[in-house]
């Protein structure tokens, strides 16, 4: 950790994964196990051909040559590695996730990708060799020492590095279901502006670019909806609560074609970058602006 940015969000992540620690014990507070479990699901919704027409593959195709080399620190079942991988020299896709990672490897299989390395593990804990890009997707929201992941996917690149995340919390939409059920607002998670005070405060000037993705998210049913929901509140599953879910989720969900979907069409997202492994040194240009206006003090 490096300073107060690092130790906010250390606060807010180990204070989120607490909140589920203690209502759900045992549920994993968000390690392998519990992406295992959700792999499947993950992966049918967050396809290699979704990732096609998101801003955030768009924007990693310009940063990338035929000849580049990359990383995906936290891949999933790899949308945006299967998807670079056809342009690029080389992807390593980095999760704990063996579940995630064997969906990885199968896709790549049946695209006859070659170029597509899974290394097993938490990024902190890898070994990876050198690339021109590194980039890490909804991963470091998950990660309580954020200055330490950050740091590590600066030094993994040569070029660029990336970090998409969320622009706008979902909390701020489930918040009625969480006070319904829990009694009290969701403890607050780190968001795209704590990142970017820890990457200042490791000596990097992003630049952040604000995109809109479409909700992908579609149930066939009100039941179907029910048992995602309470796995995000964090709801035990009871009788009772699926009964009280269905109910308040009829009225929530607003129909999509032939589907239902959450009641947001799309929501925002950050595209955080910077030029890799150029870190200044602590304290220089603290505030980023480089004039002697009397306005720079
Ligand atoms: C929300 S998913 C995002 C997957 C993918 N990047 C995407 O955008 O589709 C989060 C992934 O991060 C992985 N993950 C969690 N903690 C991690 C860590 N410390 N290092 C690397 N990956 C991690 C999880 O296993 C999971 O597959």
Request: charged share 25%.
């Amino acid at each position: 950790m490096t300073g107060p940015a690092a130790a906010r969000w250390h606060n807010l992540v180990q204070g989120r994964l607490d909140e589920m620690e203690r209502l759900q014990p045992g549920r994993g507070a968000l390690g392998p196990a519990f992406w295992d479990a959700r792999a499947t699901r993950f992966a049918s919704r967050m396809s290699v051909a979704s990732a096609a027409g998101d801003p955030f593959y768009r924007r990693l195709r310009r940063a990338t040559r035929r000849r580049s080399t990359v990383v995906d620190v936290g891949s999933g079942p790899g949308r945006f590695t299967l998807g670079l991988a056809p342009h690029v020299a080389s992807v390593v896709a980095v999760d704990p996730s063996g579940r995630m990672l064997d969906l990885c490897r199968r896709q790549a299989r049946g695209l006859g990708l070659d170029n597509v390395t899974c290394v097993q593990g938490r990024w902190d804990e890898v070994e990876v060799a050198a690339v021109d890009v590194a980039f890490s997707s909804y991963v470091v929201t998950l990660v309580a020492d954020g200055a330490g992941f950050l740091a590590k996917l600066d030094a993994a690149a040569t070029d660029r590095a990336f970090l998409y995340l969320g622009a706008y919390t979902a909390d701020a939409v489930l918040d009625p279901l969480w006070r319904h059920f829990h009694g009290s607002s969701r403890q607050p998670g780190a968001t795209y502006l704590d990142a970017v005070g820890v990457l200042r405060e490791l000596g990097i000037r992003p630049e952040i670019e604000i995109v809109e993705v479409a909700s992908r998210v579609r149930y066939k049913t009100v039941a179907e909806a029910a048992k995602e929901y309470r796995d995000q509140l964090c709801l035990p599953d009871t009788a009772e609560v699926r009964r009280e879910l269905r109910g308040l989720l009829s009225h929530w969900l607003v129909p999509r074609g032939d589907l239902l979907g959450a009641p947001l069409k799309s929501v925002p997202a950050a595209i955080i970058s910077w030029p890799a492994g150029r870190r200044r040194p602590a304290g220089a240009g603290r505030t980023g602006l480089t004039t002697r206006s009397p306005l720079n003090l």
